[in-house]
T-cell receptor, first 112, second 113 residues
Framework: SQTIHQWPATLVQPVGSPLSLECTVE??????LYWYRQAAGRGLQLLFY??????ISSEVPQNLSASRPQDRQFILSSKKLLLSDSGFYLC???????????FGSGTRLTVV | QKEVEQNSGPLSVPEGAIASLNCTYS??????FFWYRQYSGKSPELIMS????GDKEDGRFTAQLNKASQYVSLLIRDSQPSDSATYLC????FGGGGNKLTFGTGTQLKVEL
């Protein structure tokens, strides 16, 4: 069966520090991968998506970047965090031909 | 106009009643429609998907889709306290080289004893 892993579960980082969140998928190949952010009391906002290795599409201009170095690995990064980067970051995958999207357990990021 | 709109609630229903959740979307090119349940502090969990006009039933859940009216709904029969959560409507469409899922802001459901 397919599983999706995200880590860490929680993170507290100072303003101006770098960020790296990792997401990996097991049990499938060539999935579409997504990064979403959910700010407190807000809906899910799509940040980046990837249809293949090295292919990244950005939805919202911001202080973040994404990379896909391997088929089942998706990384969200920032060089310098802002207070406004705080939120619940969720990775999701969609297998081609399967309409459902499955989410990881998320990373709660607090920038202080 | 928001791409996916939902009433934020809270929607309060007594235990055993039917809860009705509604959603409208703006893009007529949308292909697939989903309902996710999200408990506080947790990630969203897929509970229903629907792709064609009409009703789709799965246990206590029924999803309804009307593409002409750009309207999606979710009915929860025999509501239980464990159904108390935020329900997210999501719409999938192809664009920019890939499929993307757009969410509404969610409706908070409270099932009262």
């Amino acid at each position: 069966s397919q599983t999706i892993h995200q880590w860490p579960a929680t993170l507290v980082q100072p303003v101006g520090s770098p960020l790296s969140l990792e997401c990996t998928v097991e049990g499938t190949s060539n999935p579409n991968l997504y990064w979403y952010r959910q700010a407190a009391g807000r809906g899910l906002q799509l940040l980046f998506y990837s249809v293949g290795i090295g292919q990244i599409s950005s939805e919202v201009p911001q202080n973040l970047s994404a990379s896909r170095p391997q088929d089942r690995q998706f990384i969200l990064s920032s060089k310098k965090l802002l207070l406004s980067d705080s939120g619940f970051y969720l990775c999701a995958w969609r297998f081609r031909g399967n309409y459902g999207y499955t989410f990881g357990s998320g990373t709660r990021l607090t920038v202080v | 106009q928001k791409e996916v709109e939902q009433n934020s609630g809270p929607l309060s229903v007594p235990e055993g009643a039917i809860a009705s959740l509604n959603c409208t979307y703006s893009d007529r090119g949308s292909q697939s429609f989903f309902w996710y349940r999200q408990y506080s502090g947790k990630s969203p969990e897929l509970i229903m998907s629907i792709y064609s006009n009409g009703d789709k039933e799965d246990g206590r859940f029924t999803a309804q889709l009307n593409k002409a009216s750009q309207y999606v709904s979710l009915l929860i029969r025999d509501s239980q306290p464990s159904d108390s959560a935020t329900y997210l409507c999501a719409v999938d469409r192809f664009g920019g080289g890939g499929n993307k899922l757009t969410f509404g802001t969610g409706t908070q459901l409270k099932v009262e004893l």
